[in-house]
């Protein structure tokens, strides 16, 4: 019998995995439609999923050899909600999934996506949110950042200058720049959440009309 090749695998994805799908399963309702930003080899993507049996889970990501690896995951772990990746770059003035009378979605995630991408993609997530998400939706996001009066770790620190030294426009972003950004595209962030390893959820809703 020949065995299926093994999935790519990130070592991070498998730590983190578990305290991902718990932090969703507390902040999204019961059934809806999730867009996954760069999902990278599917990890998340796969192991949510299957954790979310009333969510459809969209992953998407613009790298071929990330959509092999998400579909690759997708085969290994099938689950009814998972639908086929999608190519989507961000920085794409029109998304794949924006077409006239498209649903939107109730949540977009992007997991570990904005610190090792220009800031432009900061930018364009902001907005693709604000194009997309329901009245009601959240965008979370997960990874490190860089918070005003919170040092630190010594480990975020050694992986920013390590971002920063494989590319420079690299680098773990500032909370309150990226929540600046939201603010411009019509979001606000609501919640930050604490997760381990140093890394944090974000997670961003539309900002209520004035008055
Ligand atoms: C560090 S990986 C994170 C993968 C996965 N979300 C995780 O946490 O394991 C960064 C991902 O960002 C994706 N990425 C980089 N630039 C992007 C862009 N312009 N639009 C969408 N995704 C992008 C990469 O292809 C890669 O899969």
Known sequence: MTLPPPCPTSPAAERNKGAILATLQDLLPPTGRLLEIASGTGQHAAHCAAGLPGWQWQPSDPDPQSLDAIAAW???????G?????????????????????APWDA????????IAPWACCCALMRGAARLLAPAGQLITYGPYRVQEEPLSPGNLAFDADLRAR????????LHEIAAQAVSAGLVLGQRRALPANNQVLVFTRALPAG
């Not at 997708?74 to 009814?80: E, I, K, N």
């Not at 590319?167 to 500032?174: E, F, K, S, T, Y």
Request: proline fraction near 16%; charge should be neutral.
């Open 82 to 102: 998972l639908l086929s990746p999608l190519r989507l770059d961000v920085l794409h003035p029109a998304w794949p999934v924006e077409s006239p009378g498209a």
């Open 74 to 80: 997708s085969a290994a772990c099938p689950c009814p």
């Open 108 to 115: 977009i995630f992007c997991a570990n996506m904005l610190h």
């Open 167 to 174: 590319n420079p426009v690299w680098g773990l972003r500032w």
